[in-house]
T-cell receptor, first 115, second 114 residues
């Protein structure tokens, strides 16, 4: 398997523009997670899905952020409108189940810069 | 709310030295604890996973211990090598009521000098 795939790897945009980040989880994994990593706040969980259904979105910072998972092999994280404080590395991860033994497999991340 | 703290934030050692990274967490009701490695510009890779009822796990030169009652874990790296240079993150998987949430520490940035 190719692992978790994220695109784009780098995104530079201007404040106010819409940004869409994409993720393809490992085939057969039931769980998909979106994280954000910044120097100030470290790695934070934004939202996670189980079988394409959002389970916990309490980490989504505000209404400008939205995430969807239309099918088992694709998810998007959208920011509209984007702001400079959204600049961060966004990671997608997937796991097979949610038992104690399960680990999350992380994608390479998307580095977002909002000017 | 679970909080995970890692000490030190950065560590620089000469090659061949044995070292210990520390992780502490505030809520002992965890499913498991994991240690991840992150290389610059890349995602996280799981190194070791310890179930809440276990005391330690070993993989090669790495040994992770867990003292759930005191809310502490250590990652021991033996005979460090320059290739071990990376950021090491500790993460706890919380109880069932929180689903599959992982809470991460800030990480320890390790540099092993040749």
């Amino acid at each position: 398997d190719a692992g978790v795939i994220q695109s784009p790897r780098h995104e530079v945009t201007e404040m106010g523009q819409e940004v869409t980040l994409r993720c393809k989880p490992i085939s057969g994994h039931d769980y998909l997670f979106w994280y954000r990593q910044t120097m100030m706040r470290g790695l934070e969980l934004l939202i996670y899905f189980n079988n394409n259904v959002p389970i916990d979105d309490s980490g989504m910072p505000e209404d400008r952020f939205s995430a969807k998972m239309p099918n088992a092999s694709f998810s998007t994280l959208k920011i509209q409108p984007s702001e400079p404080r959204d600049s961060a590395v966004y990671f997608c991860a997937s796991s097979l189940r949610a038992g104690w033994w399960d680990t999350q497999y992380f994608g390479p991340g998307t580095r977002l810069t909002v000017l | 709310k679970q909080e995970v703290t890692q000490i030190p934030a950065a560590l620089s050692v000469p090659e061949g030295e044995n070292l210990v990274l520390n992780c502490s967490f505030t809520d002992s009701a965890i499913y498991n604890l994991q240690w991840f490695r992150q290389d610059p510009g890349k995602g996280l890779t799981s190194l070791l996973l310890i179930q809440s009822s276990q005391r330690e796990q070993t993989s090669g030169r790495l040994n992770a211990s867990l003292d759930k009652s005191s809310g502490r874990s250590t990652l021991y790296i033996a005979a460090s090598q320059p290739g071990d240079s990376a950021t090491y993150l500790c993460a706890v998987k919380e109880g069932e009521t929180s689903g599959s949430r992982l809470t991460f520490g800030e990480g320890t940035q390790l540099t092993v000098n040749p």
